[in-house]
């Protein structure tokens, strides 16, 4: 299937490793430009010469924190100065720590508003504009199966990446008139570093093993197994594309059937 990607510039936020670099490399793939950011320099520009040598697909990698304005900024000024154009943009950022509602004060809920919620703002803001006067754009915010169906122990994640969701949806129908589709990804229980320091926290606070949590998870999990980020990234390829021009507002779970909800 020819997905349209050619040509196509994408901006691809917290791609030096797990979900953000399968995103970007399946981007890549399909022959799309990609720009990465990420906190972590030398891990960065390790994925930037790996996703180039494999695709020869041009690809800029951009040390920044999605959590701080001036930063997302700069990644956004630095595509543009590159590319002249953001077709696609995928906000993604690691997720806010563990924890119950009484484990964390305000600093804390302040730090995770910047990184799962205020990044999202920031990066639509950037790209938005060019998008409208070019009639075409691709908007896909990496969020979490928690906004159906909340994980335990994930107070920040769950109510800020369902603010992100309410955002999305709202924005989708604001822009749809200009070509540009808004949609969230979530990802369920997938092999990546993530998912390993999750499974830590978890243990600690109920007294087992990483081990046992893991396998906790993939015994509630129809397909009986985690995830691979390349089989998340497949979607995300996908709904960037043309192929996908009519589907927006939409929350599509990659997740082996673990949300048990109907819709």
Same mark, same amino acid.
């Given at each position: 299937?020819?997905?349209?990607?050619?040509?196509?510039?994408?901006?691809?936020?917290?791609?030096?490793?797990?979900? !953000?670099?399968?995103?970007?490399?399946?981007? +890549?793939?399909?022959?799309?430009?990609v720009v990465i950011c990420a906190r972590?320099?030398?891990?960065?520009?390790?994925?930037?010469?790996?996703?180039?040598?494999?695709?020869?697909?041009?690809?800029?990698?951009?040390?920044?924190?999605?959590?701080?304005?001036?930063?997302?900024?700069?990644?956004?000024?630095?595509?543009?100065?590159?590319?002249?154009?953001?077709?696609?943009?995928?906000?993604?950022?690691? !997720?806010?720590?563990?924890?119950?509602?009484?484990?964390?004060?305000?600093?804390?809920?302040? +730090?995770?508003?910047?990184?799962?919620?205020?990044?999202?703002?920031?990066?639509?803001?950037?790209?938005?504009?060019?998008?409208?006067?070019?009639?075409?754009?691709?908007?896909?915010?990496?969020?979490?199966?928690?906004?159906?169906?909340?994980?335990?122990?994930?107070?920040?994640?769950? +109510?800020?990446?369902?603010?992100?969701?309410?955002?999305?949806?709202?924005?989708?129908n604001e822009v749809a008139p200009y070509?540009?589709?808004?949609?969230?990804?979530?990802?369920?229980?997938?092999?990546?570093?993530?998912?390993?320091?999750?499974? #830590?926290?978890?243990?600690?606070?109920? !007294?087992?093993?990483?081990?046992?949590?893991?396998?906790?998870?993939?015994?509630?999990?129809?397909?009986?197994r985690l995830g691979e980020p390349r089989?998340?990234? #497949?979607?995300?390829?996908?709904?960037?594309?043309?192929?996908? +021009?009519?589907?927006?507002?939409?929350?599509?779970?990659?997740? !082996?059937?673990?949300?048990?909800?109907?819709?």
């Open positions: 299937m020819n997905l349209g990607l050619e040509g196509k510039v994408a901006l691809v936020a917290a791609a030096s490793r797990g979900l !953000g670099r399968a995103i970007a490399e399946e981007l +890549s793939a399909e022959g799309a430009s972590g320099e030398d891990e960065l520009e390790k994925t930037r010469a790996a996703i180039a040598a494999k695709t020869s697909v041009p690809v800029v990698a951009v040390k920044a924190d999605v959590s701080k304005a001036d930063d997302v900024n700069a990644v956004i000024h630095k595509a543009l100065d590159v590319f002249q154009r953001i077709d696609i943009v995928v906000t993604n950022a690691g !997720g806010p720590p563990a924890g119950p509602f009484e484990s964390h004060g305000a600093e804390a809920w302040e +730090s995770a508003f910047r990184l799962t919620l205020e990044s999202v703002v920031n990066l639509c803001r950037g790209v938005l504009p060019g998008m409208k006067e070019r009639r075409w754009g691709r908007i896909l915010n990496v969020t979490s199966i928690a906004v159906k169906q909340p994980v335990d122990n994930l107070m920040l994640s769950n +109510s800020l990446r369902a603010a992100v969701t309410g955002f999305a949806r709202t924005l989708a070509g540009i589709t808004v949609n969230n990804l979530l990802p369920g229980y997938t092999r990546t570093e993530r998912v390993e320091q999750l499974a #830590a926290a978890t243990a600690k606070a109920t !007294g087992s093993t990483p081990d046992v949590m893991r396998a906790k998870w993939e015994a509630q999990i129809p397909m009986g089989e998340f990234a #497949a979607l995300a390829a996908f709904l960037a594309s043309d192929r996908a +021009s009519y589907i927006t507002a939409q929350n599509v779970a990659v997740d !082996g059937g673990w949300i048990r909800g109907l819709v």
